[in-house]
T-cell receptor, first 113, second 114 residues
């Protein structure tokens, strides 16, 4: 049982390049989330997927797109990377009930030059 | 709108001393509150959570937190800190919608000195 996995762990991009961050969970969770973490700002929600087939914007969605490929996988795409998107990105999942816990992946550290 | 404030950006504590991390929240109804810990280079791990009932919540690693509705606070405590407790700690409040749009505080960095 691997929990929540993310690939890659590290990535360096040049401004304007595109890339996709991958996230998968093996806990049969319904809901999945993408956050970014920046110093002094905690975690901010980018997009979330309440259930397979649905996605919604979070607090900071601009510059990102997501795909809920199936129940296990939720990817985050940067179409044209900008230096402001340099951050650590975390994927999380949870069963989907109101009060249960979110489980986090190990993160992807992205640098945009 | 929900919000979370962690007033202390950085705390230094001696090993064996007690630790208290502050968390204040703003929320219209009964909040769902969480404390997470993040070790360097790692993801977030849940320490404890409060939904209802007893306002003193016990968590893992010897941590506890107390929900005080009158003060809109959910402070985290540990009686005796170990060097392995050096990490960043995040308070979070959960949404009343069923999709779990958590609001996280900015975090408190804890440094443990010998």
């Amino acid at each position: 049982n691997a929990g929540v996995t993310q690939t890659p762990k590290f990535q360096v991009l040049k401004t304007g390049q595109s890339m996709t961050l991958q996230c998968a969970q093996d806990m049969n969770h319904n809901s999945m989330y993408w956050y970014r973490q920046d110093p002094g700002m905690g975690l901010r929600l980018i997009y979330y997927s309440a259930s397979e087939g649905t996605t919604d914007k979070g607090e900071v969605p601009n510059g990102y797109n997501v795909s809920r490929l199936n129940k296990r996988e939720f990817s985050l795409r940067l179409e044209s990377a900008a230096p402001s998107q340099t951050s650590v990105y975390f994927c999380a999942s949870r069963i989907g009930q109101r009060t249960d816990t979110q489980y986090f992946g190990p993160g992807t550290r992205l640098t945009v030059l | 709108a929900q919000s979370v404030t962690q007033p202390d950006i950085h705390i230094t504590v001696s090993e064996g001393a007690s630790l208290e991390l502050r968390c204040n929240y703003s929320y219209g109804a009964t909040p769902y509150l969480f404390w997470y810990v993040q070790s360097p280079g790692q993801g977030l791990q849940l320490l404890l959570k409060y939904f209802s009932g007893d306002t003193l919540v016990q968590g893992i690693k010897g941590f506890e937190a107390e929900f005080k509705r009158s003060q809109s606070s959910f402070n985290l405590r540990k009686p005796s800190v170990h060097w392995s407790d050096a990490a960043e700690y995040f308070c979070a409040v959960g949404g009343t919608d069923s999709w779990g749009k958590f609001q996280f505080g900015a975090g408190t960095q804890v440094v443990v000195t010998p």
